[in-house]
């Protein structure tokens, strides 16, 4: 009766290896490459502040508190700096992460994995690899782009990150581009639940195009949610060129009807709220 009983705890243990066996031959190297940090992490959706133009270059925020829809246009400006920072001078290494989302990734060494793939949406050829490397607290991202034809280039690191390993917060480091790769923009991401609940965007380019000191640097745009009728922020600190010192400007709105406020004792001369309705129109705050 022992002899049989020992039988049967062997073969138990000859199955129960021959499954697990079967389910490492089954699952694809792929299934068990890190997790893409969410898209919104980098290109943050600004639609309730969309504004058109190039103020990413600009560190001068003009405001005239004549103007129709004046809370809310002022409160487009200071937003349309980051805006139009990542659509436009960083609009390239922004629509390559967002690409990699359709790409299935390579296994290349013992600990990181490689997406490859070209990049649409551009009149120029732009081809991507981005890497994601599994260290043990953090996967490690570096995201390479090369350009053909004319105005080409080689391949060149044009922004690097960090992820936490549950894929819940992290960070990205993005450079100006291959004519000046030096670090332009740094975004600090948070999820909650299974949006992002806080990502601040900071300035922290050290010369300006002329390669003068910038003195934008240091300026920073933080973008949160709260449990309230305005249910979305963000706070602002920013280099004005006109009064060349650094201001305040806080901003709330609802995310369901567009409806919103801005106060920034710089520009409106006093410490109340300033609202706008859904249609972007000054209101009396109640």
């Known amino acids: 009766m022992k002899k049989l009983k020992f039988t049967g705890l062997i073969l138990s243990m000859i199955a129960l290896i021959a499954v697990s066996c079967e389910k490492s031959t089954d699952t694809p190297e792929q299934s068990l490459s890190p997790e ?20 990413g270059k600009s560190a001068n925020l003009v405001y005239d508190n004549k103007a129709p829809n004046g809370n809310w246009v002022f409160s487009r400006v200071v937003v349309g700096v980051w805006s139009s920072a990542l659509y436009s001078t960083l609009a390239v290494p922004v629509a390559s992460f967002q690409a990699a989302f359709t790409q299935t990734p390579e296994k290349i060494s013992e600990d990181t994995w490689q997406w490859t ?19 043990e607290d953090a996967v490690l991202w570096e995201m390479y782009i090369t350009k053909e034809g004319i105005e080409g280039f080689e ?68 973008y949160g949610l709260q449990d309230a009728y305005y249910d979305a922020y963000f ?14 400007v806080d901003i709330e709105w609802s995310r369901s009807t567009y409806e919103g406020r801005v106060r920034a004792l710089a520009y409106f001369e006093d410490e109340m709220w300033h609202c706008w309705d859904a249609n972007g129109d000054d209101v009396a705050c109640e």
Do not use: H
């Open 155 to 222: 391949e060149f690191l044009w922004f690097s990150g960090s992820s936490a390993i549950d894929g819940n917060s992290g960070f990205w480091i993005l450079n100006q581009g291959p004519e000046r790769p030096d670090a332009m923009l740094r975004i600090d991401w948070e999820k909650s639940g299974e949006e992002i609940g806080s990502i601040r965007y900071t300035w922290v380019r050290e010369l300006d195009d002329q390669e003068n000191d910038d003195l934008f640097r240091n300026s920073y745009l933080e």
């Open 36 to 55: 893409l940090p969410p898209s919104e992490s980098m290109a943050f959706d600004f639609e309730a502040f969309e504004e058109d133009g190039n103020s």
């Open 235 to 248: 706070n602002a600190n920013v280099y004005d060129a006109n009064l060349q010192a650094f201001v305040d």
């Open 117 to 135: 793939y070209s990049v649409d949406g551009f009149t120029s050829e732009y081809s991507a690899r981005l890497t994601g490397q599994l260290t």
